[in-house]
C-alpha cells in the first residue's frame, strides 16, 4: 500500500485523478452480431446485408463466390466494394444518443465545469463493434464513495438487436474499466451487463511495477503502441493489424492512434484476403502451443489496473412507471429514432423501459492507489555471501584461503611450466652434506 504523508482529500485526489479517467465503457451485443437489423434490412443497404450474412457465416464456396461477383460490375455487390469493413461496423452499430444521461452530484455531466463544452463521450469504432467511451479526457473528477459517483444510463434497442442475436446465449453491454491514456477493445476485458438492470461498480486503482533490471522481467521500452498505453492485450491486438497488413495491405479496423500506419480493408480487400488471414491468425492465436510464437509479447514495466466489484439489481418497476411518461412521446415517435414500424420496432410501454434501459453507478472505495512492487529479494552478493558461509562451515575456508590458492597455482605454473621461481623449501641435493 503506497504510504500517504499528508491526509488530505484534496492532495489524495489530486495525485489520482491526474493520470486517470472516469473510465471508459465499452458497449456492444455479444457475438459477431454487431450491426442493427434496421440497418442491414433497410432497402438501400441490400447489398450490404447479403454481403455481411454471407461474411459471419464464413461459408468458404460463397465467400469465393462473392469475391467474384465483386468484380461483375452489373452486380449489385460491385457498387459496395470500395466501401470499408470499419465503415460498416460504424454505420450499423449503436446510436450516440443512446446514452442517454450521465450525472455526477445530481446534474448532467456536460453542465459540469470539468467539461466545459467539452465531449462528455465519443464514439469509437474497433473490432468488437462501436462503443461508447466516456470521458475520454480523463477531465471528470470526484471524491470517493457516493459523494463522487457518476450515474450512466443507457438504451439498448434490444428490438432491433434481438433478430440478430438470436443464436446466442447473451446480450447486452460490455464495460470495461481502464485510464484514459488506454483504448482498444473490449475482448480482453470487460464485464457483460444485460438491460433491464441497474449496476453498481466499485473501483479500487492498482498499479504494478516491475523490477527493470531483472533479466527478463519487463520490458521498460514498452510504454505505447497503436492501441494507446501498452499491455498485453493491446499487444494482441497490434500483433492481428500487423498479420493482416503483412499478408492484405490493410486491417479490419484502423486502430485509435494509427498516424497512418494502416488503412482498413475495403469489402472487396476483406473477402479477398482479410477474411481468411483473420480466420488463420485467430485460430493460430488461440492455440496456446503457437500463441508465444506469433505473438512474443512481453511484459511492461508499469501498468495500471482497475479491480472492480460489481453489484445488481432489476430496475424498478416504479421507476419504469415514472420514467414512462416523460420520455414515451420520444421512443414511441419514428422520427426520433427510436421506433421503426417498417422493421416492427415499437417502443411504447412501460415494459420497454425495463426491456431496454441499463443503468451503471461507477465510483472509487478509495482515493488511495494499491502499489505492487517486485524487487531482487536473492542478488549475486547474497549468492558470493552464501558460498562463503558454506565454504567456511565445511571446509574451514574463507576469503584468505582462496588467495592462498591462487598464489598456489600461478607459483605453480612459474616453476612447471616457465622454468621460473623456486618453491618455498628447496629439497636436499646429492651432493650436500648433513651436519649436526
Not at 461496423?89 to 450525472?103: E, F, H, Q, S, V
Amino acid at each position: 500500500m503506497k504510504k500517504v504523508t499528508e491526509m488530505s482529500w484534496v492532495k489524495d485526489f489530486r495525485e489520482f485523478a491526474n493520470d486517470t479517467s472516469a473510465h471508459g465503457v465499452k458497449y456492444i451485443f455479444e457475438g459477431r452480431y454487431k450491426v442493427r437489423k434496421s440497418y442491414l434490412e433497410a432497402p438501400e443497404n441490400e447489398a450490404i446485408r447479403e454481403y455481411y450474412e454471407v461474411v459471419d457465416k464464413y461459408n468458404v464456396s460463397l465467400v469465393k463466390d462473392l469475391a467474384k461477383r465483386f468484380k461483375n460490375s452489373d452486380d449489385p455487390l460491385h457498387s459496395i466494394k470500395d466501401m470499408t469493413y470499419e465503415e460498416l461496423i460504424r454505420n450499423g452499430g449503436p446510436n450516440p444518443d443512446r446514452l442517454l444521461k450521465c450525472t455526477q452530484r445530481a446534474k448532467y455531466c456536460h453542465e459540469l465545469p470539468a467539461f466545459n463544452g467539452r465531449d462528455v463521450s465519443v464514439m469509437e469504432n474497433s473490432m468488437t463493434g462501436n462503443c461508447w467511451r466516456v470521458n475520454p479526457e480523463g477531465r471528470l473528477m470526484g471524491k470517493m464513495g457516493d459523494y463522487g459517483a457518476m450515474k450512466l444510463m443507457f438504451w439498448a434497442d434490444v428490438q432491433d438487436y434481438s433478430a440478430r442475436t438470436a443464436d446466442v446465449e447473451n446480450q447486452g453491454f460490455v464495460v470495461a474499466f481502464h485510464d484514459n491514456s488506454t483504448y482498444g477493445s473490449t475482448m480482453t476485458a470487460g464485464f457483460l451487463m444485460s438491460p433491464g438492470t441497474y449496476y453498481k461498480a466499485d473501483l479500487r486503482r492498482k498499479q504494478e511495477i516491475r523490477n527493470r533490471d531483472k533479466i527478463e522481467s519487463c520490458n521498460a521500452s514498452l510504454t505505447e503502441n497503436t492501441y494507446g498505453a501498452y499491455n498485453e492485450g493491446s499487444c494482441a491486438l497490434e500483433c492481428k493489424d500487423e498479420a493482416l497488413h503483412k499478408a492484405c495491405g490493410c486491417t479490419n479496423v484502423v486502430p485509435p492512434l494509427n498516424n497512418g500506419k494502416y488503412k482498413s480493408c475495403t469489402l472487396e480487400q476483406w473477402v479477398d484476403c482479410g477474411l481468411a488471414v483473420y480466420k488463420e491468425w485467430f485460430h493460430n492465436f488461440t492455440d496456446t502451443d503457437r500463441a508465444d510464437q506469433l505473438c512474443p509479447c512481453q511484459i511492461q514495466c508499469e501498468e495500471v489496473r482497475y479491480e472492480a466489484q460489481i453489484s445488481s439489481s432489476s430496475i424498478s418497476p416504479a421507476f419504469a412507471e415514472k420514467l414512462f411518461p416523460s420520455v414515451q412521446p420520444i421512443i414511441s415517435q419514428p422520427q426520433y429514432g427510436y421506433s421503426n414500424p417498417d422493421f416492427n420496432i415499437l417502443y411504447n410501454t412501460t415494459q420497454d423501459i425495463l426491456d431496454n434501459v441499463m443503468v451503471l453507478e461507477v465510483l472509487f472505495t478509495s482515493m488511495r492507489t494499491n502499489e505492487i512492487k517486485e524487487i531482487i529479494s536473492y542478488g549475486l552478493s547474497n549468492l558470493l555471501g552464501d558460498i562463503g558461509g558454506v565454504l567456511g562451515l565445511f571446509l574451514g575456508a574463507s576469503l584468505f584461503t582462496i588467495l592462498e590458492v591462487f598464489q598456489f597455482v600461478f607459483f605453480s605454473i612459474s616453476k612447471y611450466c616457465f622454468d621460473k621461481g623456486q618453491p618455498k623449501h628447496d629439497s636436499l641435493t646429492n651432493g650436500d652434506k648433513l651436519s649436526i
